[in-house]
C-alpha cells in the first residue's frame, strides 16, 4: 500500500541555519503530497503542498518540490526562526488535489535554539 | 478561520467504561470530517472518515462496534470509545474538510485518553 517515509528526529538548529527534512513515498497512482506543521498545542495545519511531478510548494519561506523519479518531497528552507520550532508531517493523498484519505509519516520534531 | 475543536483535550478513565471525544467545526460547516489516532513517535493513522447523516466508513483493523462515529450535524462529528481498555490508550486527532470544497482538511488540537 501506499506509504510516507520522513527522516527521524529530533532536529535541532540554531536560528538561521538551513533546514531540510527528507520525505520519500510510495503510491500505486500519481498522488498529491503535503507537508503539514503541528506547533505546541495546536492542530496540525497545512503548510504546503503539490499536486504533480515537478510542482513546487511554498509557504512561509518554506519549500518542497514534487520528484517523481526520485519519489520524494523534501521540506527545505534556507534560514530557520525560533518560531519555526514545530513537528512537521509529510502526507501524500491519492485523491487528486482533495486531501481525502491523507497518509501521513511519522513526523519530525524540529527545535529552533536561538 | 477553518478552526476546528475538540473536546476534551485529554480524558483518564477507568478500564470497560466509555468515552465520547467531540469534534466541532466552529466557522465552516463540514459534511466530511475524518478521526486518526496517533501512538508515539509514529504516524496519525485513518481510523475512520466521517459523512453527516450516514454511517462512518472505518478502515480496515479498526472495529466500528468499539469506536462508535456519530456525526448528525455539519459542525459537530464525536467518537465514543466504548468499554476502553488500556490499549486504547492514545492520541485521537479529527480533521474537518469544508462542504462544497473537495480540498484541505481542517485539523482538531487532539484528544490524549488514558485507560487506567
Excluded at chain 1, 527521524?8 to 536560528?15: I, K, N, R
Excluded at chain 1, 506547533?39 to 497545512?46: A, D, I, K, S
Amino acid at each position: 500500500g501506499d506509504s510516507v517515509t520522513q527522516m527521524e528526529g529530533p532536529v535541532t538548529l540554531s536560528e538561521e541555519a538551513f533546514l531540510t527534512i527528507n520525505c520519500t513515498y510510495t503510491a500505486t497512482g500519481y498522488p498529491s503530497l503535503f507537508w503539514y506543521v503541528q506547533y505546541p498545542g495546536e492542530g496540525l495545519q497545512l503548510l504546503l503542498k503539490a499536486t504533480k511531478a515537478d510542482d513546487k510548494g511554498s509557504n512561509k519561506g518554506f519549500e518542497a518540490t514534487y520528484r517523481k523519479e526520485t519519489t520524494s518531497f523534501h521540506l527545505e528552507k534556507g534560514s530557520v526562526q525560533v518560531s519555526d520550532s514545530a513537528v512537521y508531517f509529510c502526507a501524500l493523498s491519492d485523491y487528486g488535489g482533495s486531501q481525502g484519505n491523507l497518509i501521513f509519516g511519522k513526523g519530525t520534531k524540529l527545535s529552533v535554539k536561538p | 478561520g477553518a478552526v476546528v475543536s475538540q473536546h476534551p483535550s485529554w480524558v483518564i478513565c477507568k478500564s470497560g467504561t466509555s468515552v465520547k471525544i467531540e469534534c466541532r467545526s466552529l466557522d465552516f460547516q463540514a459534511t466530511t470530517m475524518f478521526w486518526y489516532r496517533q501512538f508515539p513517535k509514529q504516524s496519525l493513522m485513518l481510523m475512520a472518515t466521517s459523512n453527516e447523516g450516514s454511517k462512518a466508513t472505518y478502515e480496515q483493523g479498526v472495529e466500528k462496534d468499539k469506536f462508535l462515529i456519530n456525526h448528525a450535524s455539519l459542525t459537530l462529528s464525536t467518537l465514543t470509545v466504548t468499554s476502553a481498555h488500556p490499549e486504547d490508550s492514545s492520541f485521537y486527532i479529527c480533521s474537518a474538510m469544508r462542504t462544497g470544497l473537495a480540498g484541505e482538511q481542517y485539523f482538531g488540537p487532539g484528544t490524549r485518553l488514558t485507560v487506567t
